[in-house]
């Protein structure tokens, strides 16, 4: 019997980290309850509680969930191509994952502020920023510039990302935001 309660506790907390993930990235941090998400994942709100302790903490669960998303998509798109082209990839897949969903609002507009600075740049910088100035060193640059050069294209993939998000009915804005992203690239690591 306790593999049984085991396994429901396990699927009550997906379930609820999955709605707490649809809810902060339609209706944004602040806008969000702990007894909306309750609600939607028919739990009682001791639930949330019993398995993320706080709103902030629910809210983390969900953000690095979604940031090994990103990197798991970056890893894909780049695997098994030279560095130039895993460079590229790479690069290309952060900005098509962290537009999917909107996971742009969570990650990029909620997470700095609701985790902290601090907090919220170590999870990049253990995430989709280490993938990057890996490939930036695979590609030739030394450390240092490596990781100078990662935090200026971080920055700009970043303000890409919600340039697109703040434009979803805008067809064209995510071609242009890839051919813009192009033209980084092309002065770091031309084809």
């Given at each position: 019997?306790?593999?049984?309660?085991?396994?429901?506790?396990?699927?009550?907390?997906?379930?609820?980290?999955?709605?707490?993930?649809a809810r902060f990235a339609e209706h944004g941090y602040a806008s969000t309850s702990i007894e909306d998400i309750a609600n939607a994942a028919d739990v009682t709100r001791g639930a949330v509680y019993h398995h993320y302790a706080s709103k902030p903490g629910l809210f983390e669960a969900v953000a690095s969930g979604l940031q090994l998303q990103v990197a798991d998509a970056i890893e894909?798109?780049?695997?098994?191509?030279d560095p130039p082209e895993a460079l590229r990839a790479g690069s290309?897949?952060?900005?098509?994952?962290?537009?999917?969903?909107r996971t742009a609002r969570i990650l990029l507009v909620d997470a700095p502020a609701v985790l902290s600075w601090a907090k919220w740049r170590r999870m990049d910088d253990e995430g989709s920023a280490a993938h990057l100035r890996d490939a930036l060193r695979a590609i030739g640059l030394p450390s240092g510039p490596a990781a100078a050069t990662a935090a200026a294209l971080s920055g700009a993939m970043n303000e890409l990302a919600l340039w697109i998000s703040e434009r979803p009915s805008e067809a064209s804005s995510r071609r242009r935001a890839?051919?813009?992203?192009?033209?980084?690239l092309d002065a770091v690591a031309p084809l």
């Open positions: 019997m306790p593999r049984s309660s085991a396994a429901d506790a396990a699927e009550t907390a997906r379930i609820i980290l999955a709605v707490a993930t894909s798109a780049a695997a098994n191509s290309h897949a952060f900005l098509d994952a962290i537009t999917a969903a890839h051919e813009a992203l192009d033209a980084l």
